[in-house]
């Protein structure tokens, strides 16, 4: 997984290899987290944490199975022609409702992945992501997209934390 935020706050995530790494350019920080066990002591990572990061990366599939066990799916047909589908978790102790309350997904009806991507945290607190060039990979291109896309090199003078350990 690879998202790049633009603005005023700006921050790249990257999930890969079983790693979490957020990078905020303007505070030239890094944070590594340990998905499955911590990279010193080969240790597995604590059950608080893997949830934690469960729930933060609940929303970014789009695999309708997995999906539906998780969430309430409601869809509607915007004026537009576009479809609106909005989940909203069925469990009040998943994981995920720290982080997210809802996601939105808006599909324009000519490619099979979402155009948009809205959450709302528990605070009321609303992000609206616009997908581009969102494409589907052949089987022959993706090391070559996996070696340009997730071998993200922090630039020189970053900050880099890892707050498990």
């Known amino acids: 997984f690879y998202r790049e935020v633009r603005g005023d706050e700006p921050a790249t995530v990257i999930v890969h290899n079983d790693e979490l790494l957020l990078y905020f350019p303007k505070e030239r920080k890094a944070e590594k987290y340990f998905l499955k066990k911590d990279e010193k002591t080969g240790a597995a990572a604590e059950a608080g944490g893997k949830e934690d990061v469960a729930g933060m990366l609940a929303g970014f599939s789009f695999n309708?199975?997995?999906?539906?066990?998780?969430?309430?799916?409601?869809?509607?047909?915007?004026?537009?022609?576009?479809?609106?589908?909005?989940?909203?978790?069925?469990?009040?102790?998943?994981?995920?409702?720290?982080y997210l309350v809802r996601i939105s997904l808006w599909s324009d009806g000519k490619?099979?992945?979402?155009?948009?991507?809205?959450?709302?945290?528990?605070?009321?607190?609303?992000?609206?992501d616009t997908l581009?060039?969102?494409?589907?990979?052949?089987?022959?291109?993706?090391?070559?997209?996996?070696?340009?896309?997730?071998?993200?090199?922090?630039?020189?003078?970053?900050?880099?934390?890892?707050?498990?350990?």
Do not use: H, Y
């Open 64 to 98: 309708r199975g997995q999906l539906e066990k998780r969430f309430n799916i409601a869809a509607s047909r915007q004026k537009d022609g576009a479809v609106r589908f909005d989940l909203t978790p069925l469990k009040p102790d998943d994981p995920m409702c720290r």
């Open 132 to 165: 581009k060039n969102v494409k589907n990979i052949k089987a022959e291109e993706t090391q070559k997209v996996l070696k340009e896309v997730f071998e993200f090199k922090l630039p020189r003078g970053v900050k880099l934390l890892t707050p498990q350990k």
């Open 111 to 128: 490619s099979p992945w979402p155009s948009m991507v809205e959450t709302e945290n528990p605070n009321g607190d609303v992000s609206r």
